[in-house]
C-alpha cells in the first residue's frame, strides 16, 4: 500500500511536514516513495498527508502498489 501525488498538486509543502516515514520529497512533482509509504498505518487513523492537503483529490492510491500487488 502506498500513495501518489498528481499533477494538481500545488506545492504547498504541507503533506512533506506531517509525513511520519519521511516518504514525501519535494521538487516538481513531488513524489512519495512507495518503499515508505505506510499510508500513516501505525501513526494515524488515516492518511495524514491527504488530511493536510489544500488540494482535492490530489493524493491517491497508488495503483502499483496496493494490497494485491505487492
Same mark, same amino acid.
Given at each position: 500500500m502506498a500513495?501518489? #501525488?498528481l499533477d494538481t498538486c500545488s506545492f504547498c509543502? +504541507? /503533506?512533506r511536514? %506531517? /509525513?511520519p516515514n519521511e516518504a #514525501?520529497? +519535494?521538487g516538481k512533482p513531488y513524489m512519495i516513495d512507495?518503499?515508505?509509504c505506510s499510508e500513516c498505518v501505525g501513526f494515524y487513523d488515516a492518511? %495524514? /498527508?491527504v488530511a493536510m492537503c489544500p488540494v482535492d483529490n490530489c #493524493?491517491?492510491?497508488n495503483p502499483s502498489h496496493t494490497v494485491d500487488s505487492d
Open positions: 500513495l501518489m #501525488i509543502d +504541507a /503533506c511536514e %506531517e /509525513c #514525501i520529497t +519535494a512507495p518503499n515508505l492518511p %495524514e /498527508c #493524493i491517491v492510491p
